[in-house]
C-alpha cells in the first residue's frame, strides 16, 4: 500500500468479549473512518499478555475481536485487519523506542498506575513499557490519526513526544538519508462521538467493562436480541421521568447513559433524544432504546455467530491481512535501522 496523508491506525485488545462500550466507542467509529481513510485495524494480542492470559482463551478472543471487525462493516479487501503478534516489526521497533523514551515519561502514564495497583513491583515490564509498543504499533505504519478514548490520550502524547524526540535525536542522520526534516509524523488523535465513554447498565458511575461481575451490567456484542432487551429493560434508573431539557440530566447517571447510548447507536445527540422523550417515563424510553439497540445489534451479533464458526475463515482474512501490514513494516524497520545506523541485511 502506498502511503496516502490520510492513514488511520487503530487496535483492539483481545481480552474478552467485546460489548456495546467497545463498539460504541471504537467499532463504530472504525467502520466510519473507512470512507475517507486508508484504515489498519489491528488486534493488538502483543499488548494483551502484559497480563496473564490463559493460551486457550486468548486464540479465541483474538478471532471474536476480528469477528465484530468484520460483523460491524470492516472491509479486509480494502483495507488491513491483522493481529499484532503477526508482524515481527511491532516488537522490533518497540524496543528501539524503548531506547528513545524516558524512565520520567513512562513513571507519569497514569494507566500503569490503575492497573498495577498497589502491586506495582511485581507488575511485568511489559505493563510498565506499553506505551512504547502503543507508540511501535502507530508509528510503524507513520499514521496519520488514532481514533483514542480519553483513557488513552496521554499514551498517544507520549507517541508522539517518541516522534518528536526520534526526529530531533537524528536529524542530520535523517536529511542526509534524504527522509526531509523529520522521519515520523505527529499522529493526531481522532477523539469524540457522543457516546465515547458508555457506562454500565447497573451502576452508571461505572464504565461499562467485560471484568464487571456482572453480565447484565453490559450488552456482550454476542448477546442474541431477548437478550439484549431483557438487559435494557432490568438497566437501573431512577424513579423521574426523562427531563425536559439536556441539562436536565446532570446528576442522574443512569438516565444520561441510557439516553447516550440511544444517541450513539442512532447518531444522533442528546437533545433530539430528549426533544421526542423528554417528560416521558422509563416505562415508555426502555422499551424504544430495547427495539433499537435489537435492530442495530442483532444483525451484528448473527454475523459473529456466523463467523466464529468458521474460525479458518477468520485465520485466513487475519493472515492475508499480515501479508499486507508486513509490506509497509518491512520498508519502515529498513528504513528506521539505517537511521539508528545498525549495518547488515535489509
Known sequence: MSKSKNRVFSGVQP???????????????????????????CVVDLHAVTMRQDPEELSDNI?????????????????????????SQHAELAWMFNCVARMGWLNRMTQFKEKAGKNRENASVGLFSYPSLMAA?????????VPVGEDQK???????????????????????????????PMTEPLIGGPAARVMSLRDGAKKMSKS??????????????DTIAKKIRKAKTDAEPLPEEVEGLAGRAEADNLVGIFAAINDVDKAAVISEYGG?????????????????????SAKMRHLLAEPDEIDTILN??????????????????????????K
Open 63 to 87: 478471532r471474536n475481536v476480528t469477528a465484530a471487525f468484520l460483523a460491524s462493516g470492516i472491509d479486509p479487501q480494502k483495507h488491513i485487519v491483522f493481529n499484532q503478534s503477526q508482524v
Open 137 to 145: 504499533d502507530i508509528l510503524l505504519y507513520k499514521a496519520d490519526f
Open 15 to 41: 481480552t474478552g468479549n467485546l460489548h456495546l462500550g467497545n463498539y460504541l466507542g471504537a467499532i463504530k467509529r472504525f467502520v466510519a473512518l473507512q470512507d475517507g481513510h486508508e484504515c489498519v485495524y
Open 320 to 345: 492475508e491481512g499480515a501479508d499486507k501490514a508486513r509490506e509497509i513494516a518491512v520498508v519502515t524497520m529498513r528504513e528506521v535501522r539505517e537511521i539508528f545506523g545498525f549495518v547488515g541485511a
Open 280 to 300: 416521558k417515563p422509563f416505562s415508555e424510553f426502555k422499551p424504544a432504546l430495547a427495539d433499537l439497540a435489537v435492530e442495530k445489534l442483532a444483525p451484528i
Open 212 to 225: 464487571e461481575a456482572s453480565d447484565m451490567s453490559r450488552i456482550n456484542l454476542i448477546d442474541d436480541p
Open 154 to 184: 496521554q499514551h498517544l502524547e507520549l507517541t508522539r513526544d517518541i516522534a518528536a524526540k526520534f526526529n530531533n535525536d537524528f536529524c542530520e542522520r535523517i536529511a542526509k538519508l534524504g527522509f526531509g526534516d523529520s522521519y515520523f
